[in-house]
T-cell receptor
Framework: TQLLEQSPQFLSIQEGENLTVYCNSS?????LQWYRQEPGEGPVLLVT?????EVKKLKRLTFQFGDARKDSSLHITAAQPGDTGLYLCAGGTTSGTYKYIFGTGTRLKVLA | EAQVTQNPRYLITVTGKKLTVTCSQNMNHEYMSWYRQDPGLGLRQIYY???????DKGDVPEGYKVSRKEKRNFPLILESPSPNQTSLYFCASSSRANYGYTFGSGTRLTVV
């Protein structure tokens, strides 16, 4: 069974600080996605990474896919209160099915 | 506006009373999926569909049924709901397998 473990589980920081969230698996993924979810709403897709070693930037957010395509990271520079939310990594399994699994999640709170 | 529409948004029902949660997408997506989200357990896939009349089980399919008679609709059916199916449910769709989903706003179901 393919699993996606995220760390840390919870993160509370001050506005202006930097942070990194990790998404790890023992399995290879063809691609990984990152989502952000607000309370009571559905997750919203932020980015897709496909190639090992790929780096994508979305304003103050930087996403990286590991060289072996087993892990990914999300780095936020100068966090703002608007970045508060649940961050989820996700990916499709490579077991011959079209199952799509989510990581355990990182709940981020940015204090003003 | 491109969207996934779920109904109802909130539902309280009694044990054993059959119910259907509807899901519709207007993006002509082939892939659709249902998830449930529970505290401490994250998002878990219930069923997914690769196209009309093609469905498969996710990680937690017990107690649920789905059908995909039309491309745009993917209803979730609970034939005999039980209290352990109390959860926040999300429908999602995608144009490409494993490349990120668009989510609906969720259905909060309470079974008493």
């Amino acid at each position: 069974t393919q699993l996606l473990e995220q760390s840390p589980q919870f993160l509370s920081i001050q506005e202006g600080e930097n942070l990194t969230v990790y998404c790890n698996s023992s399995s290879v993924f063809s691609s990984l996605q990152w989502y952000r979810q607000e309370p009571g709403e559905g997750p919203v897709l932020l980015v897709t990474v496909v190639t090992g070693g790929e780096v994508k930037k979305l304003k103050r957010l930087t996403f990286q896919f590991g060289d072996a395509r087993k892990d990914s990271s999300l780095h936020i520079t100068a966090a703002q209160p608007g970045d508060t939310g649940l961050y989820l990594c996700a990916g499709g399994t490579t077991s011959g099915t079209y199952k799509y699994i989510f990581g355990t999640g990182t709940r981020l709170k940015v204090l003003a | 506006e491109a969207q996934v529409t779920q109904n109802p948004r909130y539902l309280i029902t009694v044990t054993g009373k059959k119910l259907t949660v509807t899901c519709s997408q207007n993006m002509n997506h082939e892939y659709m999926s249902w998830y449930r989200q529970d505290p401490g357990l994250g998002l878990r896939q219930i069923y997914y569909s690769m196209n009309v009349e093609v469905t498969d089980k996710g990680d937690v399919p017990e107690g649920y049924k789905v059908s995909r008679k039309e491309k745009r609709n993917f209803p979730l059916i609970l034939e005999s709901p039980s209290p352990n199916q109390t959860s926040l449910y999300f429908c999602a769709s995608s144009s490409r397998a494993n490349y990120g989903y668009t989510f609906g706003s969720g259905t909060r179901l309470t079974v008493v």
